[in-house]
């Protein structure tokens, strides 16, 4: 059957998406064990359980010859000196790429493939990153602001969390001096 | 082989986008016959020949999984009382889709599909359209400034230009009164 054209808004400054079918709240209590310092996470986790990040969907067909839309809000902020990020993830067809469109903040992309590959990029209004196939993904707020991007992806491309969660990244993003430094991640394992 | 993950930046403003690989320039004696109103073209092709739009294109794989990206910017201006447009096109692989997000500028999106179904939408910064598969898809520029605009679209979907260039558009947006206004084409033909 025909399927309708489709009309969204996105707001570059707040990353509002509407109409949207699905917004989805990380908040740390969501993504326990992911930041390097567990002192930190558990001190916070003690007083609140601060958002760490938002993404708004429309939710498309799963299937090749489609696209997927996103819209993330990854809020300003640090547990212990690693910046708030996403949890991050590869594609569950894995030779899939995915296109982020910097909207609003300052942020870097970090990207790693299963064999310990790493690159990173760091992203703001108008910059556009192409990860190819068999990178793995994830925002970095290096910012003072929440940081907005639009995320583009292949219809059948799905995602898979879990591989991440259990290896962690290869490097972690954390302010040293003020400023973002990449260090390795003593808890990455292939 | 692994491919690198890439960096572009888009000017929303201007719509330069780099690098590129592709920079395509659209004259009025590019798109002969594709605007209505003949004598007003020939007029105007007798004295220049007008740019109608540019596109910049980051090349990439043309396979599925890959994903094609594109910054389109049409100038404000008309061909008797025709809009300035692009071309137009399907996809050689029909069943894909396409997203365009609007820039700066407005205009609109017409989509058609090969039977003769119709659609519009009104683009202007921060609207994103989804353009399901078997949609033909055409912008047209109804400001007075450039309107850019950012696409992007499955690795193998490929472009059909000739079909719309056959059969054209099922309606024009002209403007009438100081509005846009769609009306039929007459020389439509399925």
Redesign the interface.
């Known amino acids: 059957m ?11 400054k707040t990353g509002e ?1 509407n109409p949207n079918d699905r917004t989805n709240i990380r908040k740390l209590s969501d993504m326990k064990g992911m930041f390097s310092d567990s002192r930190a996470e558990q001190q916070i986790l003690a007083k609140e359980d601060p958002i760490i990040y938002s993404f708004r969907e ?1 939710v ?1 067909p799963e299937e ?4 997927q ?1 996103a819209v993330t809000s990854i809020n300003p902020g640090r547990i212990g000196q690693e910046y708030f990020m996403t949890k991050g993830h590869y594609h569950q ?1 894995p ?5 982020y ?1 910097g909207l609003e903040g300052e942020g870097w ?1 970090l ?1 790693q ?1 299963e064999k310990g ?1 790493f ?1 990173s ?1 760091i992203i703001n ?11 793995g993904h994830r925002m970095v707020n290096t910012g003072s602001t929440p940081f907005v991007f ?1 995320a ?4 059948d491309a799905g995602h898979n969390y879990g591989d991440i969660e259990r290896t962690g990244f290869v490097r972690i993003l954390v302010e040293q001096d003020g400023r973002p430094s990449l260090l390795n991640n003593p808890r990455w394992k292939k």
Chains 1, 2 share one sequence.
């Open positions: 025909l399927m309708k054209p489709l009309q969204m808004h996105i707001n570059f998406f429309r498309l090749s010859g489609h696209l839309l067809r030779d899939t790429s995915e296109v469109l992309l990207m493939t590959d690159a990029l209004p108008g910059v556009l990153a192409y990860i190819p196939a068999y990178w639009f583009v992806y292949p219809g």
